[in-house]
């Protein structure tokens, strides 16, 4: 089985910016959520997408957006950058199946200078 | 969801066994514990999960106390490949275990 691929993996962008990262989900998977992580801390939840709406959301604010398409990959948005969101984002799928495990990506690194 | 709380670090010699604790004395009767680790510029991994009974696979055991106030992931025979940061968290059983809340976890170092 294919896993949850990431791209690009590397970004630098620059303050005011706006950026899209993407991800494809494990095959089998129809749930994909996104996580951020800034250095030296755990991922933090920002939202869920199943049959392509929003189904949950972490305390993020309204400039990173998403979306989901009938193939369930997904893409992640933030407009009007900030330094602040230099992390790494991860993206993971999972089965609507009770319990199912994420399976995470490696994640996008970006930098915003 | 739960607060769980993990030591900083840990160190394990190659071979042996890594137990790692961690205490979830406010979880509820419908939050399970999952365990997930994440080796450097990886993203995380999952390894187990479990509610109140104890819990094994391929790659680890998971023993929860009976008052599922505090729970021990036992990596039976380390490796240098299990040098990773390990993640205890409390979540409930929504049927997609989707909105987990990762903590900082215990950054576990294995040597020769």
């Known amino acids: 089985e294919t896993g949850v691929t990431q791209s690009p993996t590397h970004l630098i962008k620059t303050r005011g910016q706006q950026v899209t990262l993407r991800c494809s989900s494990q095959?089998?998977?129809?749930?994909v959520s996104w996580y951020q992580q800034a250095l030296g801390q755990g991922p933090q939840f920002i939202f869920q997408y199943y049959r392509e709406e929003e189904n949950g959301r972490g305390n993020f604010p309204p400039r990173f957006s998403g979306l989901q398409f009938p193939n369930y990959s997904s893409e992640l948005n933030v407009n009007a950058l900030e330094l602040d969101d230099s992390a790494l984002y991860l993206c993971?799928?999972?089965?609507?199946?009770?319990?199912?495990?994420?399976?995470f990506g490696n994640g996008t690194r970006l930098t915003v200078t | 969801d739960a607060k769980t709380t993990q030591p900083t670090s840990m160190d394990c010699a190659e071979g042996r066994a890594a137990n790692l604790p961690c205490n979830h004395s406010t979880i509820s009767g419908n939050e399970y514990v999952y365990w997930y680790r994440q080796i450097h510029s990886q993203g995380p991994q999952y390894i187990i999960h479990?509610?109140?009974n104890n819990e094994t696979n391929e790659m680890a055991s998971l023993i929860i106390t009976e008052d599922r106030k505090s729970s021990t992931l036992i990596l039976p025979h380390a490796t240098l490949r299990d040098t990773a940061v390990y993640y205890c968290i409390g979540s409930p059983d929504t049927g997609t275990a989707s909105k987990l809340t990762f903590g900082t976890g215990t950054r576990l170092q294995v040597t020769l």
């Open positions: 993971a799928s999972s089965s609507r199946e009770w319990n199912s495990p994420l399976h």
């Open positions: 479990g509610l109140k």
């Open positions: 095959s089998g998977h129809n749930t």
